[in-house]
């Protein structure tokens, strides 16, 4: 069974411009999480999907949004992209938004913003 | 005070040692507490996870909690090399429309040959 894919793996862009990164969650799975890692703030939870719904948003800007389609694929978009958005982006998929579900990361993309 | 506190390390143990990591947790309603690894450059990945009181066990890995303690361990018996990794706790809210996971910085662990 395929894992979750990200793409792009690496993505370099400038001040102001937006970016769009995609997540294939694997087969079967309907809940997709998206997260910002950096050294220094950890893991930080951006939002939740579940059937193309938005089930949980974290404290991020309103530049930060999301979507779930129908086969389950999400994509994040960043708008007005700042330095400080420099960081590892992980999309993470599980069976069912449960207690026991264990999320599925898939291995991320790094936005580097000059 | 942070939501989900953990010891940043390093910690250094020799191989063969039992590596003790802890978390605490500030919200007493938490239900689900989770233990991930990181690799350098790879992605976290699901050790454990834990949802009563007491001891859980799989394999070499030990996940223990303490609600009354607001705090949730991970014991790693027989320390190998490969054990080498960045651990994460992360917990659960409360039941309700805004349950999420609050995630540790994660603690660095270096097992010694």
């Known amino acids: ?114 | 005070q942070k939501e989900v506190e953990q010891n940043s390390g390093p910690l250094s143990v020799p191989e063969g040692a039992i590596a003790s990591l802890n978390c605490t947790y500030s919200d007493r309603g938490s239900q689900s507490f989770f233990w991930y690894r990181q690799y350098s450059g790879k992605s976290p990945e699901l050790i454990m996870s834990i949802y009563s009181n007491g001891d859980k066990e799989d394999g070499r890995f030990t996940a223990q909690l303490n609600k009354a303690s607001q705090y949730v361990s991970l014991l790693i018996r027989d320390s190998q090399p490969s054990d080498s990794a960045t651990y994460l706790c992360a917990v659960k809210s409360r039941a309700g429309n805004n349950r999420k996971l609050i995630w540790g910085l994660g603690t660095s662990l270096a097992v010694n040959p």
């Open chain 1, 1 to 114: 069974k395929a894992g979750v894919t990200q793409t792009p793996r690496y993505l370099i862009k400038t001040r102001g411009q937006q970016v769009t990164l995609s997540c294939s969650p694997i087969s079967g799975h309907r809940s997709v999480s998206w997260y910002q890692q950096t050294p220094g703030q950890g893991l930080q939870f951006l939002f939740e999907y579940f059937s193309e719904t938005q089930r949980n948003k974290g404290n991020f800007p309103g530049r930060f949004s999301g979507r779930q389609f129908s086969n389950s694929r999400s994509e994040m978009n960043v708008s007005t992209l700042e330095l400080g958005d420099s960081a590892l982006y992980l999309c993470a998929s599980s069976l069912a938004q449960d207690r026991g579900a264990p999320l599925h990361f898939g291995n991320g993309t790094r936005l580097t913003v000059t």
